[in-house]
């Protein structure tokens, strides 16, 4: 083989390994690799949608504690929205239908990313989550608007149908509106929101992205042999959420209440006084004053607010939630045989000390981690089969650790006591 051959051939084996495709189909192949044809896709995609919006509700009910009023309103969005869709995939067409994207809106750790992501599972369609800030007017900071569609399409594994069903997530949506900028108007938060708008209307997104070599030169090859053209995907039934913790928005809406009642020369309100209640008061006026385009909120008309989190519902998310931390725990300790039990007085601690950290339900985590941290270095291979978490253990894990160690039995009894009594509890 002449060196010019054996470059040929090494190309070719890399291009077809990359791409799957031979770019010089007139040479004989190189006889490795001949590997059987992927089957095609099924040609028949059905999608079924037939929740209500108490299904959906009763749904997250089992994973996300609190948070009543958002549940409600998300529940009949999400069952709108998808009954239309289902609707326009079976007749193929359909009539005017304004989209229900979603503002969703309150502080940090109390479940808006935690809602989206369990209806997105209930539901069955892709989800791809994502932080406003990465965008900038132009494409690069991180990343081009139109990539979020590319990525429903990696979470659909390839299923371009599914994916223009599905779900996108923007997280810091406060981050881009021009007033959240110290020097002024911010044109490139605007500019984000221009190509965002563009997206939750309905646009074609090409599946390849232009900035993207690999996949270009992919489609260069295939447009040569004549195979396929370039594919686009439409965002017309792409759920568009998007939330933030709006700091700044209290003012702007305490400020407008203030005006309107000083008119009327009445006493400020307990909502104007209130300031947990003015973001659930926030209009479509004040997210405009918090600087968005007038055109970019009102693709956005439903408005969810999600409320701080009390010590009751901490403790709730640990004892009662699906997704609790607490059966993490569990099996992680299970994967050594080991049992682990939480007492309510150990629960009761932990939620006291995780709303210290001011960081919602993701002080549970924090508080759980830091607690039985050495228990997971040091258990594993120790002859304890057993223990309790109760608030003797959570208020000073050294000492209870040091005294599990010198004497297993000590954890032991502690063990089949709990047990006894949430058996008790139970029946
Ligand atoms: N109301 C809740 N019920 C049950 N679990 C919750 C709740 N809120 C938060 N969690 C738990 O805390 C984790 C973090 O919550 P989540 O990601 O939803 O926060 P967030 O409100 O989106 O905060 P941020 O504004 O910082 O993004 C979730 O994965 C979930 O395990
Ligand atoms: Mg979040």
């Excluded at 495709?21 to 006889?31: A, L, V």
């Excluded at 405009?288 to 519902?313: A, M, N, Q, S």
Aim: with cysteine; hydrophobic share 35%.
């Amino acid at each position: 083989m002449s060196k010019e051959e054996e470059w040929q051939d090494d190309l070719a084996k890399f291009v077809k390994d990359k791409f799957g495709i031979n770019p010089f189909p007139d040479q004989p192949q190189p006889q490795e690799n001949k590997q059987e044809p992927a089957p095609p896709p099924s040609p028949e995609f059905h999608f079924k949608f037939d929740y209500t919006p108490k299904q959906v509700k009763e749904h997250l009910d089992k994973y996300v504690i609190q948070q009543d009023d958002a549940k409600k309103v998300l529940s009949v969005a999400v069952c709108d929205h998808y009954r239309h869709v289902q609707r326009c995939h079976r007749e193929k067409h359909c009539g005017h239908y304004s989209k229900q994207n979603v503002v969703l809106t309150g502080p940090t750790g109390v479940g808006k990313t935690y809602l989206i992501k369990v209806i997105a599972e209930l539901i069955g369609v892709p989800f791809v989550k994502a932080d406003a800030t990465k965008f900038s007017e132009t494409g690069y900071v991180g990343g081009d608007v139109e990539d979020l569609v590319r990525d429903l399409i990696h979470k659909a594994n390839g299923n371009l149908e599914l994916a223009q069903y599905g779900i996108i997530y923007l997280d810091e949506i406060d981050k881009i509106a021009s007033m959240s900028q110290q020097s002024g108007k911010d044109v490139s938060g605007t500019g984000v929101q221009r190509g965002l708008l563009k997206l939750m209307e309905e646009t074609d997104v090409p599946t390849k992205s232009p900035l993207d070599m690999a996949s270009q030169i992919q489609s260069m090859m295939e447009m040569q042999q004549n195979k396929k053209k370039d594919k686009t995907i439409n965002t017309r039934h792409i759920l568009f959420i998007v939330s933030g913790a709006f700091g700044g928005m209290k003012e702007v809406v305490r400020n407008r209440l203030r005006q309107s009642h000083a008119g009327f020369g009445a006493k400020l309100s307990s909502v104007v006084a209130s300031s947990s209640k003015l973001l659930k008061e926030a209009k479509t006026e004040d997210f405009i004053e918090y600087g968005y385009e007038p055109e970019f909120i009102g693709r956005l008309p439903v408005r969810v607010h999600c409320e701080e989190l009390t010590k009751k519902d901490l403790f709730s998310i640990l004892k009662n939630s699906a997704g609790s931390i607490v059966r993490q725990m569990q099996d992680a300790f299970a994967a050594y045989n080991v049992e682990l039990l939480f007492s309510d007085d150990g629960l009761h601690e932990i939620a006291e000390k995780a709303l210290h950290e001011k960081t919602g339900a993701r002080g549970l985590i924090t508080v759980c981690e830091k607690t039985l941290r050495d228990f997971k270095f040091e258990i594993p291979s120790s002859e304890i089969k057993r223990f309790v978490v109760n608030k003797q253990l959570v208020d000073h894990p050294d000492d209870e650790l040091k005294k599990m160690l010198e004497n297993p039995s000590y954890s032991e009894e502690a063990f089949w006591a709990e047990q006894l009594k949430q058996r008790d509890v139970k029946k």
